[in-house]
């Protein structure tokens, strides 16, 4: 295969969240028809686009059968052992988020930690004469956490209202994703103080078991760049004001990223690139010498930096 093959979520919240990206990443995905399972990305020929389920982007990415696709990490983790000797994960996107947790029964007062819940799991045993049932859809997932922190346990498979398993009498624990908490405080859960397996959110990755053709990498290192471009762009504010004097003679310049002063008469036209943390900081201080900022956020930011997704990716392929 000369092109490289990208899997695209087919549907719902994902699929959108990922044409939202690539959009302001300046590379719009075009689906062909609005129920196709093909598309491109016109800008980059050498690049053919499949509409798959999330689920199934996991498998495909680890027999090689796609080059790069978006799925969250709790699938690829759950769905490939040994991920890290399959898959490269290349660039966090910023939407998916949600944890993968262990969560008890708000009741179970005396117990925070899975140190104490290892012990809970023992003293069920001793008088029930069977194991502690943990409800989930996250069999791998769960044994990895629980055999490492020596719980003993019964993996139940849960694939919906994984929840309501405690109230129901159906399992005594459950490993479930939670984005903000309330579904499992409605159902009187909490979660372990050092229960969070896994902080997952949807990542672009990349099949190492692909076949890279050199027009396969030059995509990938084409997207991950624009990519990685447009979040640098977003995580700065650029500042563009009229000052007496260059900026590094009349603020502390030491959290800036970039600036530049063009002399414009009399005055100077700055301009200055920095965290979102210190804008607040910097905006105030100009302001108290009486300069008004302009403020915006940079679309992207090109440097050395974009391309080191795809360094990592190439070093993993070698």
């Given amino acids: 295969m000369s092109?490289?093959?990208l899997a695209i979520p087919s549907k719902g919240r994902l699929e959108e969240a990922a044409a939202a990206i690539f959009a302001k990443a300046g590379l719009k995905l075009k689906r062909d028809g609005a129920r196709g399972y093909s598309g491109s990305l016109p800008d980059l020929k050498n690049v053919q686009v499949e509409y798959v389920s999330a689920g199934d982007i996991a498998a495909r990415l680890a027999d090689g059968s796609v080059h790069m696709g978006i799925t969250g990490e709790d699938l690829l983790r759950e769905e490939i052992p040994d991920m890290e000797s399959a898959v490269q994960l290349c660039q966090p996107l910023g939407f998916g988020q949600a944890d993968v947790i262990v969560a008890i029964p708000d009741?179970?007062?005396?117990v925070t930690t899975m140190f104490d819940l290892a012990d809970v799991a023992a003293d069920y045993r001793a008088r029930h004469g069977r194991l502690l049932r943990v409800a989930s859809k996250y069999e791998h997932l769960t044994y990895d956490f629980f055999i490492r922190h020596g719980v003993e346990f019964q993996w139940l498979p849960s694939f919906g209202a994984t929840e309501a398993a405690p109230n129901s009498g159906a399992a005594e624990a459950i490993v479930d994703i939670t984005s903000t908490g309330a579904t499992l405080k409605a159902n009187d859960l909490r979660i372990l103080d050092d229960g969070v397996i896994l902080k997952s959110q949807a990542n672009l990755a990349a099949a190492l078991k692909a076949d890279w053709s050199a027009d396969?990498?030059?995509?990938?290192?084409?997207?991950?760049a624009q990519i990685s471009a447009m979040q640098?762009?977003?995580s700065m504010m650029e500042l563009k004001f009229t000052a007496p004097a260059p900026p590094d003679q009349i603020i502390d310049m030491a959290d800036a990223v970039m600036h530049s002063a063009v002399p414009s008469g009399s005055d100077y036209a700055c301009t200055l690139i920095v965290t979102r943390g210190q804008f607040s900081?910097?905006?105030d201080a100009l302001g108290q010498r009486g300069i008004a900022v302009i403020a915006d956020t940079p679309k992207f930011i090109f440097g050395p930096d974009n391309n080191r997704a795809f360094e990592r990716l190439t070093g993993a392929l070698s």
């Fill in 281 to 283: 900081t910097l905006r």
């Fill in 3 to 5: 092109k490289l093959i």
């Fill in 216 to 224: 396969a990498r030059r995509a990938a290192k084409r997207i991950l």
């Fill in 107 to 110: 009741d179970w007062v005396d």
């Fill in 232 to 234: 640098a762009g977003e």
